[in-house]
């Protein structure tokens, strides 16, 4: 097959790191885990990121007593703190058991059950073990060098999401700019424009990054940590879902709205826990994308009673 210009767009691919990667076969991933016969009566998960924690929320609901086994000490490290801890809070409520800062030593398969050792010698027993520490690339069988496009983990691209040949254009998982299908779809539209004379280029700070948990979490634009490392000073609006109407007579009063802005009060991210936030969050996204201010969401008129309208609560604390 021949041609001028192409598009890479393979994907990703559950990664498995040792101990684990000997002996996948008897392990489960989100690729995987709804093909299991047996219904797991308990479930340990590797991996405390948003597929973890998305599963955790999907079994727990069914009845599963599940663990969380993570490396780091705390869970969505890239999140906000504060968002972070009321999303780890409701989880713990609702018999969700965590053991951070530590790793896996061990996993015995053999038998109907499996056992992972931790690093401290505890044992958590599992009926399944749900492998969710991130993905990587697919790239085997590309052969990228002979087309001379550099790559490591994932494959390198510009803004135009050109790869190191001007030529072919990688988008979605396998650039791993942003691992959201909402963000491949953008992408290949921009290399498809560009390929056809275009110059358009990909803003991963304009994505709207949701995780779809009990509660959800939602964030657009930059967080504290991010934009405090660029030396400027930041601003907060923040409203609780318990002061609006619809939040209390619907059951779902948990959670918070949380804006930044800088001191001349353009808004450069936001972010949400609880409610329908993978919803509410495009409006916020449509403020970071065109650099709007906070008077320009004041004018806004937000129907009551909505959820939207901890939007308007936050603007006005």
Request: net charge neutral.
């Amino acid at each position: 097959i021949e041609f001028d210009r192409a598009i890479l767009a393979s994907g990703s691919s559950p990664f498995y790191p040792e101990p684990f990667s000997s002996i996948k076969d008897a392990l489960t991933d989100s690729d995987k885990i709804f093909d299991i016969e047996n219904y797991p009566q308990k479930l340990g998960i590797i991996g405390a990121g948003v597929i973890g924690l998305e599963m955790a929320c999907f079994f727990n609901a069914l009845g599963t007593e599940v663990s969380i086994i993570e490396i780091l000490p705390n869970m969505l490290p890239y999140e906000d703190e504060q968002i972070v801890r009321i999303l780890k809070n409701s989880l713990e409520k609702r018999g969700v058991k965590f053991h951070f800062s530590t790793r896996s030593r061990e996993i015995k398969t053999g038998g109907k059950g499996k056992i992972i050792v931790l690093e401290s010698g505890e044992k958590i027993e599992a009926d399944e073990i749900l492998i969710a520490a991130g993905r990587k690339a697919n790239l085997a069988g590309l052969n990228l060098e002979k087309a001379q496009i550099k790559s490591g983990k994932w494959i390198t691209v510009n803004a135009n999401l050109q790869t190191s040949n001007p030529n072919i254009y990688a988008v979605g998982d396998i650039n791993g700019i942003s691992l959201l299908a909402h963000s491949a779809e953008r992408q290949g539209e921009i290399a498809a424009k560009n390929i056809m004379g275009g110059n358009e280029t990909f803003n991963p700070l304009i994505v709207p990054k949701c995780v779809y948990t009990w509660p959800e979490i939602a964030s657009v634009g930059m967080t504290k940590k991010e934009i405090e490392k660029k030396g400027v000073n930041v601003k907060f609006k923040r409203a609780y879902f318990q002061s609006l109407s619809r939040a209390i007579a619907s059951g779902s009063p948990e959670g918070m709205c949380q804006i930044i802005t800088d001191e001349t009060g353009a808004i450069l991210g936001a972010q949400i826990v609880g409610g329908p936030a993978t919803e509410i969050i495009h409006t916020l996204a449509l403020a970071v994308r065109f650099k709007m201010k906070m008077e320009d969401l004041k004018s806004v008129i937000y129907a009551h009673p909505t959820m939207s309208e901890i939007i308007k609560e936050a603007i006005n604390r």
